[in-house]
């Protein structure tokens, strides 16, 4: 879970154990931020999880904050290192769209407590760290957008964004609310399952 996929592969089958202690630090965050939120973790919750003092993790980080927004960063890494493998594929448009949508999708349901810390935790960050974050999914929207909208030309670029929006909406809510289980079937057929949703999403009717 520490690092973005490699170019030339596909998405991260799942979480990877950690070979450092910051590395361990932040995996420990992770959960915890995603079981009980942000505001009700403590350093020393973190601490406890990886068995050193509260004191000791600044020796890493230099803040709760920065811990968080480590996460956020490293959630937007796997996002985006999943797109640029659809992309990667030189596909059609309609092709790349879905591409994209499984994309995501096999990262948020493989990552899900990631995907949820980011989707729910980030308003905690001040407007300056969170911006660059924002600034970020915004082009990722932006993207899928743009392919969409060479797919269905007869929509325009607002009901793009807003149907691109929805989708991305669906899959996240799939991911993040389905109960976690260990065998890949069921974590393929989630993916199935949010992939045909959110393509239904995208060819709805708008108007």
Same mark, same amino acid.
């Given at each position: 879970?520490?690092g973005?996929?490699?170019?030339?592969?596909?998405?991260d089958?799942?979480?990877?154990?950690?070979?450092n202690?910051r590395d361990l630090?932040?995996?420990?965050?992770?959960?915890l931020?995603?079981?009980n939120?942000y505001?009700?973790?403590?350093?020393?919750?973190?601490?406890?999880?990886v068995?050193?003092?509260?004191?000791a993790?600044?020796?890493?980080?230099?803040s709760k904050?920065?811990?968080?927004?480590?996460?956020?960063?490293?959630?937007a890494?796997?996002?985006?290192?999943a797109?640029?493998?659809?992309r990667?594929?030189?596909?059609?448009?309609?092709?790349l *769209?879905?591409?994209?949508?499984?994309?995501?999708?096999?990262?948020?349901?493989?990552q899900?407590?990631?995907?949820?810390v980011?989707?729910?935790?980030?308003r905690?960050?001040?407007s300056?760290?969170?911006?660059?974050?924002t600034?970020?999914?915004?082009?990722?929207r932006?993207?899928?957008?743009?392919? *969409?909208?060479?797919?269905?030309?007869e929509?325009?670029?607002?009901?793009?964004?807003v149907?691109v929006?929805?989708?991305?909406?669906l899959?996240?809510?799939?991911?993040?609310?389905s109960?976690h289980?260990?065998?890949?079937?069921?974590?393929?057929?989630?993916?199935?399952r949010?992939?045909?949703?959110?393509?239904a999403?995208?060819?709805?009717?708008?108007?």
């Open positions: 879970m520490t973005a996929p490699a170019a030339d592969s596909t998405p089958k799942g979480p990877r154990r950690p070979s202690r630090i932040l995996e420990a965050a992770i959960d931020f995603h079981r939120g505001p009700a973790t403590g350093v020393d919750d973190i601490g406890k999880a068995d050193v003092s509260g004191p993790i600044y020796r890493h980080f230099s904050e920065e811990i968080l927004l480590e996460a956020i960063r490293l959630a890494d796997e996002v985006h290192s797109n640029n493998v659809a990667a594929s030189g596909a059609e448009s309609d092709v *769209l879905e591409a994209f949508i499984r994309a995501y999708a096999r990262v948020a349901i493989q899900s407590a990631l995907i949820s980011w989707t729910s935790e980030a905690h960050l001040t300056a760290r969170r911006s660059p974050m600034r970020r999914l915004r082009a990722w932006d993207e899928w957008a743009e392919v *969409l909208q060479t797919v269905r030309p929509i325009n670029a607002d009901q793009d964004t149907l929006v929805g989708a991305i909406g899959i996240t809510t799939l991911a993040t609310s109960p289980t260990s065998d890949p079937r069921d974590d393929s057929l989630l993916e199935d949010a992939v045909a949703m959110a393509m999403v995208l060819r709805a009717e708008i108007d």
